[in-house]
């Protein structure tokens, strides 16, 4: 057994196998450990209401194993003597992972706040769940952003020049991608402002169409003849936009003509045949019906009212049976309705 204190690079022999049998062997160790703590923390989850278990067993699973790799090595390593340029580098190795493997275990639990709040959403407003799509980007940012930093001054990186530099440089990309920049702050706007949701039907200027998804730069409709339409988020906010899904009633007005040759009484008796006709008919609420003006060619009718609902089928549904009402009580009446004529009075 007297090789075994052979020396190789510094270091026995035995030093160097149980430093390779450690970062071999501890890794499948600690995933064994992982795996069957996560099990019966899966199991415990199931009968508790608590969310804390839940969380831990997401940033359980979360562990990757390359981070129990390197720790392994780490480990192993400290069986043996290694050059101080060695040492440092797997000093820096390790570091950099650890620093990762807290990256993700953040993430982790992002996501699952995330995903809880989306369910949540869903139970109670299906169609604002999407919108924290927006949420998970900044926070993941920040994350990242905060992990990298003290990741450098860990390293002994003066973080201090490099925060004033990224200040500095921060203003010069910002003046570059300055509409970007105003499409995803207006991503959070719209996120928290709410002027509409997914599954809202809206008009911006001439084009319509009910909401997909909002996105960080980009808002997508589909429109009524099938097509997508892709907004900016600057472009949105800075429209007139009309939500026709927030509608709680719609108010109705149509006109219909009959002819000249409409005796006086029957004309009269105009307005209160429309009353009653769309009193007849649920779902809607009569305002006015009037005898409006002369036309060209017929004595125009102007009539209002109210659908208390802002479903655009139901509203033609309800408008369609008006119209054959009307047409079946002028049948009745002898009420002709009118359409563009001429009359050619020729004096000899």
């Excluded at 599954?199 to 084009?207: L, M, N, S």
């Excluded at 408008?319 to 563009?340: D, G, H, M, S, V």
Aim: hydrophobic share 50%; glycine share 6%.
């Amino acid at each position: 057994m007297n090789f075994l204190y052979s020396t190789y690079y510094g270091n026995p022999l035995w030093g160097w196998l149980l430093a390779a049998v450690i970062t071999i062997v501890l890794p499948f160790i600690l995933r064994i450990i992982i795996s069957f703590v996560s099990r019966r923390l899966a199991a415990i989850a199931q009968r508790t209401k608590t969310d804390i278990d839940d969380a831990i067993l997401a940033v359980f699973r979360d562990t990757k194993y390359l981070s129990l790799l390197i720790l392994s090595l780490y480990i192993g390593l400290q069986f043996v003597v290694l050059p101080e340029t060695v040492s440092r580098i797997v000093q820096i190795v390790v570091l950099i992972i650890v620093f990762l493997q807290v990256g993700f275990w953040g993430n982790a639990l992002i996501s699952f706040w995330i995903s809880r709040e989306v369910q949540k959403k869903k139970a109670e407003d299906p169609a604002s769940a999407s919108a924290y799509g927006v949420i998970t980007f900044f926070a993941r940012l920040v994350l990242w952003l905060v992990v990298i930093l003290l990741a450098l001054d860990n390293l002994n990186i003066e973080i201090t020049p490099l925060i004033t530099g990224l200040g500095i440089g921060g203003i010069a990309i910002a003046l570059a991608v300055q509409n970007i920049l105003s499409d995803v702050f207006n991503s959070v706007s719209i996120v928290l402002d709410k002027p509409f949701e997914v599954g809202d039907f809206i008009i911006v200027g001439d084009f319509l169409g009910t909401v997909e998804s909002i996105g960080v730069k980009t808002t997508r409709l589909r429109s009524l003849s099938g097509e997508q339409l892709i907004f900016a988020n600057s472009d949105l906010i800075n429209s007139r936009v009309k939500n026709y899904k927030r509608m709680k009633e719609r108010r109705i007005v149509f006109s219909f003509g009959v002819v000249y040759q409409t005796p006086a009484d029957k004309a009269e008796a105009i307005p209160a045949m429309v009353k009653e006709i769309i009193e007849s008919i649920d779902k809607i609420r009569f305002d006015r019906a009037h005898f409006q003006k002369f036309g060209d060619s017929a004595l125009i009718f102007e009539v209002v009212y109210y659908v208390a609902s802002g479903d655009y089928n139901l509203y033609m549904d309800i408008q369609q049976e008006i119209n054959l009402k009307l047409c079946r009580k002028f049948e009745t009446e002898k009420i002709e309705f009118a359409y563009p004529t001429q009359t050619l009075y020729i004096q000899k």
